[in-house]
């Protein structure tokens, strides 16, 4: 495990436009090492900002969005049309006004495509195996207030599958109760792990991930990046450190 980096930004607003600048520039500078970035997005409220941002700065930044691949950490099982999907996010915030390759956006399979959350678990993980690198240079997350990260909530006994890429999740206590998750091996397959958090109803979840918690109470204690875990977050979520 990489020992954490915190940032600090002053509200959700600039947390958002220091990450989508840095998510530009992280990625611009992996296509000048002469590899395709992989990159794993996520849901949520933070998500959702940070993806405007990423559109608002992308023009000008010199990335070629032709050779970005594009992953879910985590999905919601329901339809592909849906507002809930975080796949349906994250095209409207940035996806469609990006030059990005629709070949290189592999989105979990939704209701039309799976018959089952289970059966969208294994076709993704299938995917990853075909089309992922082996490692993502950037898994985003977002953290909800009792700790969960992606689609793995606390005493959840997906927390303690290792031999799965991806697994389904019911019952999850966040609606929609259907979700594709990976893994926790699977997420920490990355080189950077940055988790986006904002609001004081996540600062006692952001104290306990960064006093050693274990991960079965704060899923957010069990994740790192193999070179960098940066914790950004606004003032209010950063309150109990
Ligand atoms: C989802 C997520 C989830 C999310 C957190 C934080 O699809 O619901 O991927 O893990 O990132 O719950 O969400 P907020 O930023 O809205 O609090």
Known sequence: MTVPRIEVHEDAASLATEVA????TRLTSVQQTGRVPQIALTGGSIAEAVHREVARLSPGSGLDWSQVVVWWGDERFVAADSSERNAVQARTAFLDAVPVDPGNVHEVPSTAHAGSVADAATAYEQAIREHGAGVFDVVM????PDGHVASLFPGSP????????AVGVTHSPKPPPERVSLTLPALNRTRATWLLVSGDEKADAVAAALGGADVHDTPAAGVSGQDETVWFLDRAAASAL
């Open 21 to 24: 600048g840095e998510l530009l």
């Open 158 to 165: 997906a927390l303690d599958v290792d031999d799965r890429i």
């Open 141 to 144: 997350l977002g953290v909800g």
